[in-house]
């Protein structure tokens, strides 16, 4: 499982998109009507939004963590009770 997560998950990720953008044609409406760039540059600004958070909350949070990198990164997976 751990061999999964590791490596055939992501090659598998970037894989599909480097296929959408191989074979990427725009979208039409009823076969008519394309929709303008305006509409693709809104949902991919829709989608950034949403999924660069995790990556960015997560350099931030390294980032104020004192401690060298390796000394932050074996913190990270401690879990600490509430109540201390």
Do not use: D, H
Not at 5 to 23: E, G, I, N, Q, Y
Not at 49 to 68: D, E, K, Q, R
């Amino acid at each position: 499982m751990k061999y999964c997560w590791k490596f055939f998950t992501p090659a598998v990720c970037t894989c599909t998109f480097l296929f959408s953008l191989v074979k990427y044609t725009p979208l039409k409406f009823n076969k008519t009507y394309e929709y303008p760039w305006w509409g693709y540059f809104l949902g991919g600004f829709f989608t950034l939004s949403s999924t660069l958070m995790v990556p960015l909350w997560m350099m931030y949070a390294v980032s104020v963590t004192p401690g060298t990198l390796r000394q932050v990164g074996s913190n990270a997976f401690i879990v600490r009770n509430s109540e201390e």
